[in-house]
């Protein structure tokens, strides 16, 4: 079972290219705040407080579904129908949830720290500002400092798009190299 489509994520911070660090806090909020849910859950079902429930199941699977994280969503979904029927989910299946929840964050929680990683790494050892300002004047500096920060550019920029960077970069296709990086540099 594949618990969180990572590509849903990898294409949530593609279209938020300027605001990519907002972004995976947000991310990370909803990790943080997976076992104050979860307790709050918890308590709503002992209370058999099925509204409580509803509401809150509501809020987490809408969040959950944007970032591709699925089996966790389809799972708050069948919970919150059972619940709209007047039925609250038995031990095991509150169990299956919980389960599900804390899984779905823990690889939220990789893909949050692996982008962070990957995004200080290039910050640190190259400029993507530099880069493209290089690129931009047509500058033969932009071959040596993109070379140098090669594995992480592949990391940041999806498979094709750094295939097609570095293919215009030997080609001394500065310009076109140049619009492929601009998405992927902060204003």
């Known amino acids: 079972m594949n618990i969180l489509n990572t590509t849903t994520l990898k294409n949530l911070l593609l279209l938020s290219h300027k605001n990519q660090a907002p972004l995976l806090n947000s991310l990370q909020n909803m990790v943080d705040n997976c076992s104050?849910?979860?307790?709050?859950?918890?308590q709503a079902f002992k209370a058999s407080n099925k509204e409580v429930a509803k509401q809150l199941l509501h809020k987490i699977r809408g969040s959950f579904a944007t970032i591709g994280a699925d089996a966790f969503a389809n799972?708050?979904?069948d919970i919150e129908l059972q619940l709209q029927r007047e039925v609250l989910?038995?031990?095991t299946e509150q169990a299956a949830l919980f389960a599900l929840y804390q899984d779905s964050c823990q690889v939220l929680q990789q893909f949050v720290q692996q982008h962070t990683v990957i995004k200080a790494a290039i910050d640190t050892e190259i400029d993507l500002r530099q880069l493209l300002h290089l690129l931009q004047q047509q500058n033969m500096a932009a071959t040596a400092l993109?070379?140098?920060?090669a594995s992480l550019l592949n990391q940041l920029l999806p498979s094709n798009t750094a295939a097609d960077f570095f293919k215009y970069l030997a080609q001394l296709n500065y310009t076109a190299a140049a619009e492929l990086l601009i998405p992927y540099v902060e204003n």
């Open 36 to 42: 104050a849910n979860i307790a709050e859950l918890d």
């Open 146 to 149: 993109a070379n140098k920060g």
């Open 89 to 91: 989910p038995s031990p």
């Open 75 to 77: 799972s708050c979904a």
